[in-house]
């Protein structure tokens, strides 16, 4: 298992993370597999999707507008209950086909790490188990 850090700036931020993970993924030298992406955070997620700014932006947008910052419990103790609830629509981790020693990824098919609490350093770990 390998980790790779990630660095967010904004509070709620849509990172394309795909070319760290397939360089880590290259470096498992697994013919073919399957590579398991893990966000190690309460407050991220990770998704895939295609990475253009619109789209990108309307993600942003659309996770606000399911999860209106509302006067929660949680906020009583960390302020960032919105962050908590946005992300247990999404998912925390990804399993992704490895062909040839690379992501087994769609033309557009992004890998992306979405920040819900930043900014923040975060920890997403790599782990790639070979097919067979
Ligand atoms: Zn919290």
Redo the contacts with the bound molecule.
């Keep these: 298992m390998r980790e790779i850090v990630v660095k967010s700036n904004k509070r709620t931020e849509l990172i394309d993370i795909t070319d760290g993970v397939d360089e880590v993924v290259a470096g498992y030298r697994v013919g073919e597999g399957i590579a398991l992406i893990f966000t190690k955070h309460?407050?991220t997620s990770l998704i895939v999707n295609e990475y253009e700014p619109g789209l990108v932006s309307d993600i942003e947008a659309f996770l606000g507008a399911l999860i209106p910052d509302l006067d929660y419990k949680?906020d009583r103790?960390?302020?960032?209950?919105d962050?908590?609830l946005r992300s247990i629509l999404l998912q925390s981790s990804l399993s992704i086909p490895v062909n040839k020693g690379r992501l087994d990824l769609g033309t557009w098919q992004r890998v992306i790490l979405v920040e819900l609490?930043g900014p923040r350093n975060r920890t997403v770990t790599v782990s790639v188990s070979r097919e067979g």
Excluded at 77 to 81: E, P, Q, R, S
Aim: charged fraction near 20%; proline fraction near 0%; charge should be negative.
């Design positions: 309460t407050t949680h103790i960390d302020n960032n209950a962050s908590h609490d």
